[in-house]
């Protein structure tokens, strides 16, 4: 990493530093530049930005603007396009990118580029053959020491911590929530919720401890949740998928 000290100006509508050799410091390989997440494909198109690491994320509206290797994002706010400065990719129409790259003025049109580094600052998503969710994990104190992770069929789908708000893709089948603390007393009032639409169809928290589990249908599914162990009072031996309902001789009922 270098760090460049410098004038600022403006050449061909790029805005530039106008530095010489001694202007450059070498910093170290033990450093890492935080991108700028930006809230949408048109707050891209801002001079300020120019030349700043940046993350955005869009569908791919044009593969091929130019004919010279720039495409196209949109997140419906309006679109960004991406340069082939650093890394050849072919990108698909309908599918989501997220992108992690410095900006500038487009060398084809007058709105900006983003160039990504390498395909590892290129995070390509199918569009959703499911049903699109939105996850929440919000409302209450020391978020910082609450992280979580969302499983089906062995997979994990979806992680984080709090406060969070995010998007996935779902489909039917049975899920299960590992809920974790940090300090080990529960999520204090943070709520860990899936909605469909404005509809909400599934809310938990950790109560209490250092880690939780829960498990929920999304959809249809053959599963049949219960309690699977069969030391418990109220053992079911029809159940496919344990729903943390068990209780035993001596558990207070209160």
Do not use: K
């Amino acid at each position: 990493l270098y760090q460049v000290t410098g004038t600022v100006d403006e050449y061909n509508l790029l805005t530039e530093l106008v530095c010489g050799p001694d202007d450059l410091t070498y910093v170290g390989t033990d450093y890492y530049v935080d991108p700028i997440i930006l809230e949408s494909t048109n707050s891209a198109n801002n001079e300020a930005l120019e030349g700043v690491l940046v993350t955005v994320n869009g569908v791919c509206t044009d593969d091929d603007v130019s004919d010279y290797g720039q495409w196209e994002i949109d997140d419906g706010t309006g679109p960004v396009q991406v340069e082939d400065h650093y890394v050849s990719y072919q990108p698909t129409l309908g599918y989501s990118y997220g992108l992690t790259g410095p900006m500038g003025q487009s060398s084809y049109d007058v709105i900006y580029e983003i160039g990504p580094s390498d395909s590892a600052s290129i995070v390509e998503t199918p569009p959703c053959e499911g049903t699109v969710v939105d996850i929440v994990c919000d409302y209450g104190s020391w978020q910082s020491e609450v992280f979580w992770f969302l499983h089906t069929g062995g997979d994990t789908i979806a992680s984080g911590g709090a406060p969070w708000y995010m998007t996935a893709c779902m489909y039917d089948g049975s899920y299960t929530l590992d809920m974790h603390d940090a300090y080990g007393d529960g999520w204090n009032g943070n709520m860990w919720e899936l909605w469909v639409d404005d509809s909400l169809v599934y809310s938990v928290t950790l109560e209490s401890g250092d880690y939780g589990q829960a498990s929920f249908v999304f959809g249809e599914t053959e599963d049949i949740l219960g309690c699977t162990d069969p030391d418990a009072v109220n053992y079911n031996p029809d159940a496919t998928l344990d729903d943390g309902s068990c209780y035993y001789d001596g558990d207070s009922c209160s």
